[in-house]
């Protein structure tokens, strides 16, 4: 199911609703899930919305890696970890570093909204509950199998890591080389929506099913309490969560597509400006 749409306004997040009806002595009760697909940066607008329309549900189960179970923050846990001269960062840990150094930059450079840094902090609203496992916790398997191949987990990692920085030192670059939202930078910003949409579709970016386990088993305790339900978690995962509500006879009840990174960012009307003035 696509979660990530590429359209003529910018890259849409799909909303969807799922529901099941079931009778009980002669009453329907009525179960509604809601999954948000989340990218980590985007337009602020998309925050704002998803936040304000989550607020109105039951309860709502929320992404949030952390290196520790007792921290809702991921960095600080880490330099508090550092403090206590626990200097051995997991692979998991530096993947997270090194992850948040592109959305950082990206953000900074297309004028967007870092989700991690400038959302809503979640865990302080009621009914939200943060469905995701500690860095520490993660394991990196050696071999594991996707469509029939097999592929080395750890030589993923440290490949895809170096891709990332390789994309950081280049969009520095070019925001250092340009003034204006020059080609280089419309065609970074193009192929990143087209990566993002092929992502979501793609298994191989979901290395480890213990995430989406983890919040599968949160949900179906939920369930018995709650009738209408939020997951916002990333785009990537969407699609372990429909097969999920498909198996268990949940049925599409809407879609509602939100932009969440719009055809022209915010910052080429910002530079566009800086020239006319100039």
Not at 19 to 33: A, H, M, V
Not at 74 to 103: A, H, R
Not at 185 to 204: A, F, G, H, M, Q
């Amino acid at each position: 199911m696509l979660f990530l749409k590429s359209t003529n306004k910018g890259l849409e997040s799909i909303i969807t609703t799922f529901y099941k009806s079931k009778s009980f002595y002669g009453k329907k009760k009525i179960t509604k899930i809601t999954l948000f697909p989340m990218i980590h940066f985007g337009d602020s607008s998309f925050y704002e919305k998803v936040t304000k329309k989550a607020m109105k549900l039951d309860a709502v189960l929320y992404e949030n890696f952390d290196s520790e179970n007792s921290n809702e923050n991921f960095f600080m846990s880490t330099i508090s970890g550092k403090k206590s001269n626990k200097y051995d960062f997991s692979l998991p840990e530096l993947c997270v570093y090194v992850m948040d150094i592109y959305y950082s930059t990206f953000s900074r450079v297309f004028g967007l909204t870092e989700q991690t840094i400038e959302q809503i902090n979640y865990s302080e609203i009621k009914n939200f509950y943060n469905a995701d496992l500690c860095s520490s916790n993660q394991k990196i398997d050696k071999k594991y199998s996707v469509n029939g191949k097999i592929y080395d987990g750890r030589k993923i990692f440290y490949d895809f890591m170096g891709t990332v920085l390789n994309r950081v030192a280049f969009l520095n670059y070019l925001d250092l080389i340009y003034n204006n939202y020059s080609e280089p930078l419309r065609d970074i910003y193009n192929k990143t929506i087209n990566e993002l949409v092929k992502n979501s579709n793609s298994e191989i970016f979901s290395f480890s099913k213990a995430r989406e386990n983890h919040v599968l088993s949160l949900l179906n305790k939920l369930i018995k309490e709650n009738r209408n339900i939020g997951i916002i978690y990333g785009a990537e995962h969407m699609n372990s969560f429909y097969n999920y509500l498909r198996s268990k006879n949940y049925k599409v009840l809407n879609k509602t597509p939100i932009i969440v990174l719009p055809k022209v960012p915010p910052i080429a009307k910002h530079k566009f400006r800086n020239i006319n003035k100039s």
